[in-house]
Structure formats: structure tokens, C-alpha cells
């Protein structure tokens, strides 16, 4: 009778680990961002990439801006937020450990914002695969940037100790 218990406890475990905040990452190919933010620059972008990923849209009128498009996945409002003070992607909170969130300005970068540092190294595991070399010249003390011989695509990633934020600009 025991052994049946722990079995059965044991098999209850995994289904434990959503409910505690522990949902796996979102599975983005880095590949697909770099060749969306380039079909961005020709105008001959896909409009829901970000659907493909289970994101939902997040209506802009909410923040008063209809030059960009807002995807979340497991985020919430920053109650905090101060749009005069902070920068745009301070908007998101996290809800859990694979909340992520997207803010795809038109005519412009395309930004992730996430707060779990395994999407940090998947994703900059994924740049460099595809040939984006980490630079020695900061614009930041907290960014690092990533380019690629041949391209006009900048890759800059902002570390601060409570989150990241992986931004795509040509």
C-alpha cells in the first residue's frame, strides 16, 4: 500500500509544476524573428507570427498608442508604470517564470521582453548559430550588442536585474 502511494505521488508531481509557476518557455526561433523584422523593413510582414506562439494581442487603445502592436504571454499591466519616466516595455509584469511579452512598433524595432534568463541564453544561443558575434562596443554598460558580417540587423540586449529585453532593429 505504501509503494502504491508513493507511485501515485510521484506521478503527481509534473502536474504540480504548472500550478506552482513553473510552465516551460515558449519555444521562439530566433531564426523567424530576424526574418520577420527584415520583411518588416520591405513591408511583407506576417501579421500574427506571434499567434503561432500562443501570445495574445493586447488591444493598444488600453495605453493610448496605435503605432504599435502588443503580444503577452502570461503577462499582467505594471501597476507601477509611468509612461514619462520609464521606457515603453515597463508596461508588462510577469505573472510567472515563462511570461513574455512583445512590443512590435511598426515602423521600427521589434522588442521582447521576459523576465526568466532561459530565454536569455536561448535566444542568444540562437544569434550566434545564425553568425551575430557579440561586439566589444556598448551603447550601454547593461546592453550587449550583436551583429552579423553582411547584415544591416542590430541585435541589443538590455539586462537589468529584474528582467531583459531583446530588441531587433535594422
Known amino acids: 500500500m505504501k509503494r502504491i502511494i508513493i507511485q501515485l505521488i510521484l506521478l503527481l508531481i509534473p502536474l504540480c509544476t504548472p500550478a506552482q509557476g513553473n510552465l ?7 531564426l523567424e ?3 520577420y523584422q527584415v520583411q518588416k523593413g520591405k513591408r511583407a510582414v506576417a501579421p500574427y507570427l506571434f499567434s503561432k506562439y500562443g501570445l495574445r494581442r493586447i488591444p493598444t487603445e ?13 503577462v499582467s499591466p505594471n501597476m507601477e508604470f509611468d ?11 510577469k505573472k510567472d517564470n515563462s511570461s ?3 512590443i512590435d ?14 530565454y536569455y541564453r536561448a535566444l542568444v544561443s540562437g544569434l550566434q548559430s545564425h553568425g551575430y558575434q557579440l561586439q566589444q562596443v556598448k551603447p550601454a554598460s547593461n546592453v550587449l550588442r550583436f551583429l552579423r558580417a553582411g547584415s544591416s ?13 531583446i530588441e531587433f532593429y535594422n
Open 62 to 74: 488600453l495605453v493610448a498608442d496605435d503605432t504599435r502592436q502588443l503580444w503577452g504571454w502570461h
Open 83 to 93: 509612461q514619462s519616466k520609464q521606457p515603453f516595455y515597463r508596461l508588462f509584469a
Open 105 to 118: 512598433d511598426r515602423g521600427g524595432a521589434l522588442q521582447i521582453v521576459f523576465w526568466n534568463k532561459g
Open 24 to 30: 516551460p518557455l515558449l519555444p521562439l526561433s530566433v
Open 100 to 102: 513574455l511579452a512583445v
Open 153 to 165: 540587423l542590430i541585435v541589443d540586449v538590455t539586462v537589468w536585474p529584474d528582467m531583459y529585453v
Open 33 to 35: 524573428l530576424l526574418q
